[in-house]
């Protein structure tokens, strides 16, 4: 953080929706108090160059530990408005990762509908032993946790600007999540091994024969990734988006991680759930079609994510308020599947 506190308060601002900023606010203040000196890195410097200038000023927000892990710095000038924003990975997945995003960032740049929803990337490379990926920021506010048109509009036209693939047997999703489950298959626990075969069971005959279109997905849409104002929104956050997934994949994520990241879903409330994101669903590019077998498509979802989660920690068994919630509902399947 910066030691100016003016400063500091405009890079908690930009990083966290405001009930996250008290807490931290304090926090940061106690840091800043207690730091004596400050010292930039010959690392640091480049970078800074890279993203517009020596005088510019540096939030440095560490990522969560694990094979994924990335650091995210924001640049800002005298007046604390940001300038640039450097993602930067040590790992070979965070490296994937950082790569795949650079390369939707270029797509989405090609299409006209996208340059002001979407960063604008400045650049991506390998620096020294990490990978450096530097992007310009929106503007907006973050924070807005309901579904609403501008967000439905964004998916639409997201999902129509890409190839379909007609039907879940050969898409990527289906492909990735083979992959995935036989690498962890030695790894997991018998709990989690047999969840996710069943799972993956009544997946793959619950879309048999179902002429679903899958879409391209940005697969972290969440009201912490989007930044809303008067003429749409402005969606950041591209590293795990993929093309060939279920159509409602971020619906689901939008409406349901928030939840799950903070506290216990009731699989009472699962049928509701799937009864609104078909009437939101509706809205959506050939938007009838894409209702085809919602509940399948739910349990593709939430397959998906475990088994994410599950690589990032090698299968190992941990307390994990999404792996927990999402565990549970894969088990309910039969309680609240409509089809």
């Not at 926090?27 to 010292?39: A, D, G, W």
């Not at 590293?239 to 990241?261: G, S």
């Not at 919602?294 to 599950?310: G, K, W």
């Amino acid at each position: 953080m910066p030691r100016n506190r003016r400063l500091a308060g405009k890079g908690l601002a930009f990083f966290f929706p405001w009930y996250n900023r008290l807490r931290l606010s304090f926090q940061s203040y106690l840091v800043i108090s207690l730091r004596q000196h400050f010292i930039e890195t010959p690392l640091l410097r480049v970078v800074k160059e890279i993203a517009g200038g020596a005088d510019l000023h540096v939030v440095l927000k560490y990522g969560s530990p694990g094979p994924y892990t990335k650091d995210t710095l924001l640049f800002m000038s005298e007046k604390g408005l940001p300038r640039a924003i450097a993602k930067v990975a040590s790992t070979e997945a965070g490296t994937h990762l950082l790569k795949r995003e650079a390369e939707w960032l270029s797509l989405l740049a090609d299409n006209p509908e996208f340059r002001e929803r979407v960063p604008s990337l400045i650049r991506a490379t390998q620096l020294e032993r990490v990978y450096l990926l530097i992007e310009r920021p929106g503007g907006g506010v973050m924070g807005g946790t309901l579904l609403r048109e501008h967000h439905l509009r964004f998916l639409s036209d997201f999902q129509a600007a890409f190839g379909v693939h007609s039907g879940f047997n050969g898409s990527c999703m289906n492909t990735t999540m083979e992959k995935r489950l036989g690498r962890l298959m030695p790894l997991l626990s018998p709990i989690w091994s047999a969840r996710l075969q069943k799972a993956t069971e009544c997946i793959e005959s619950g879309f048999k024969g179902v002429p679903l279109p899958m879409v391209a997905a940005h697969r972290d849409f969440t009201p912490w990734n989007i930044l809303s104002s008067a003429s749409g929104i402005f969606v950041f956050d591209w590293e795990y988006a993929e093309n060939n997934y279920v159509p409602f994949y971020d619906l689901f994520h939008f409406v349901l991680l928030r939840q799950a990241l903070s506290k216990n879903v009731p699989v009472s409330s699962i049928r509701m759930l799937l009864a609104k994101v078909m009437k939101e669903g509706r809205s959506l590019s050939d938007g009838e079609s894409k209702c085809n077998v919602p509940d399948i498509q739910l349990l593709a979802y939430l397959t998906d994510l475990t088994l994410m989660y599950l690589d990032s920690i090698d299968g190992a068994e941990i307390q994990h308020n999404v792996l927990d919630n999402y565990g549970r509902l894969i088990d309910a399947f039969p309680q609240w599947k409509i089809s």
